[in-house]
Every structure is written in C-alpha cells, then in structure tokens.
C-alpha cells in the first residue's frame, strides 16, 4: 500500500498539466486514489491487474493524459523502441503523414515519474465514399512494461474520448486477438481497402454511432488537419 500511495501522488502531481481528460490508473483499490487526488477523483479507475498475489509492487500507477506539444521526442523515441525501424513503412503511415491527429485525441500514458510510458493517437479518415471515421494509431506500450494494463487503459481511454466527442466509427489495422476485446472486428470492413499493402484480416472497426460503417465502401482516405510548417510536436 505504501508504494500505491507513494505512486498515486506522483502521479496526481502531474496530472494538473494533463488538461481534462486525465485518468489515474493504479493497481489497488479505488479509494486511496479518490483522497489522495480530489480533482480526478471522478475520472479515476483502478487498474485490476496488480500483483497475483494481491500486492502492488510489480504494477506502477500510471496517468492516461492529453499529449502535449512537449511529449513528442519521448514518444517517437517510445515508437522506435516498440515497433522497430519499419514503422513507418506501413500503409496507416499515408493516412497520417503530414497531418495532425484529430482534435483532442492523442493521449499517453505516464509512470510515476512523468515519463511517457505508452503512446495512443487517433486520425480523421474519410471511408472511401463514405462518410468520416477515426483511424487509431500506432498504439504502443514501453517494452519492459508490457501486459500491465497500459495498452488496454490507452484503448478504452481513447476510444471512450472518441465517442464523447460524437465520432462515428473507428479504425485500425491490427490484431484480432487483442483489439476484439475492445469491440473491433473485421465484419464490417470488407468493402474497405487501406490505401497501400495490408492484410485485410487485420482492418478492424467498431461503430461508436449505429449505422456510422453502413456506407463504408472503397479506398479510406486520408482528412485530417495537415501540419503547416514544421510543427515537430505533431509529426506523425
Ligand atoms: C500491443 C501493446 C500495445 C499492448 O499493450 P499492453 O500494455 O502490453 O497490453 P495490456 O496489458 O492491456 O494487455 C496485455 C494482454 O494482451 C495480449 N496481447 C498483446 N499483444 C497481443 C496481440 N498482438 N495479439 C493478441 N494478444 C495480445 C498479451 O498477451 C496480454 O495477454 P494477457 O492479458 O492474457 O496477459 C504492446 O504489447 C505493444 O506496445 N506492442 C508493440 C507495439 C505494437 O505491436 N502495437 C500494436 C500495433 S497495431
């Protein structure tokens, strides 16, 4: 308990920089984190999957918050780390150059110290003749901190933010086995193609409106905002 408490402050002393979408994650109970942080206290979650034996030593608390302008070097570095030196080859790669993630929806997550341990963004896409969507994307958690909660609370944090800001639908080339639990699937992108090579399998949605993939059918093209100038913070 005394290094979920120690934990838990740090982390609410960084959530202040964080703007209004901050969550605290931890791997105890809900309550300490409620008194401890008053100003989160009615966005905090506690994470579920501490220590087997109940302790929480082995799973440090984290923040999921808004990425800031400052965050992109040790969130590239992070990227490079996790997903290698072909990243950027991949065909989600010509949804994202040269633009700006989509308003208020990219997030990462925060050990105890403020270091960026995951990453999250989402894209505005266009489905082919159909109408607008999301496309998320990469997702990564530090190496060493895999299977701690992190990719899963970036998940739902971000696709929760999506729905709150009245998106219809989104997107992700990935794996099956690991995005189904957040209700992506590939039943409704067979008439999609990613604009370069992919594997079809792994071109996942999920609908946050009813009816948003109905008109989906053709190449997803690429909407959001384009970076003027050098804008480094936002280089995809
Ligand atoms: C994928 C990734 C973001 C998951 O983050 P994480 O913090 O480890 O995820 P969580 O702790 O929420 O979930 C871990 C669980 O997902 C499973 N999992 C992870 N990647 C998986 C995959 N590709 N397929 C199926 N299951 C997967 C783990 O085995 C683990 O299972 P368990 O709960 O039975 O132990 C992370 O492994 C990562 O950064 N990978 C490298 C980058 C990458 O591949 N990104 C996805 C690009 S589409």
Request: proline content about 6%.
């Amino acid at each position: 308990m005394e290094y979920l408490i120690k934990s838990a402050i740090a982390a609410t002393e960084i959530a202040p920089s964080s703007g209004p979408s901050a969550e605290l994650f931890s791997a105890g109970e809900k309550s300490p984190i409620a008194a401890l942080a008053p100003s989160l206290a009615h966005r905090a979650q506690a994470g579920s999957r501490g220590a087997p034996d109940g302790g929480a030593a082995q799973a440090p608390a984290f923040v999921i918050v808004g990425e800031g302008a400052g965050d992109a070097v040790a969130r590239e570095a992070l990227l490079d780390r996790a997903m290698g030196p072909n990243r950027k080859k991949k065909s989600s790669e010509k949804l994202r150059r040269g633009r700006r993630p989509s308003e208020g929806l990219a997030f990462v997550a925060r050990d105890a110290s403020g270091a960026v341990v995951g990453t999250v963004r989402l894209w505005d896409v266009r489905l082919g003749e159909g109408g607008p969507a999301l496309l998320l994307g990469p997702l990564a958690v530090e190496p060493g901190l895999k299977s701690g909660g992190i990719g899963s609370a970036l998940m739902r944090h971000a696709v929760a933010e999506a729905a709150r800001l009245g998106h219809g639908a989104v997107l992700l080339v990935g794996d099956a086995p690991y995005y189904g639990r957040f209700g992506f699937s590939a039943d409704r992108t067979g008439t999609l193609a990613m604009p370069g090579p992919y594997e079809r399998h792994r071109l996942l949605a999920v609908e946050l409106k009813d009816g948003a993939l109905d008109r989906a059918r053709g190449t997803i093209k690429a909407a959001g905002r384009k970076i003027k100038g050098q804008a480094l913070g936002f280089v995809a």
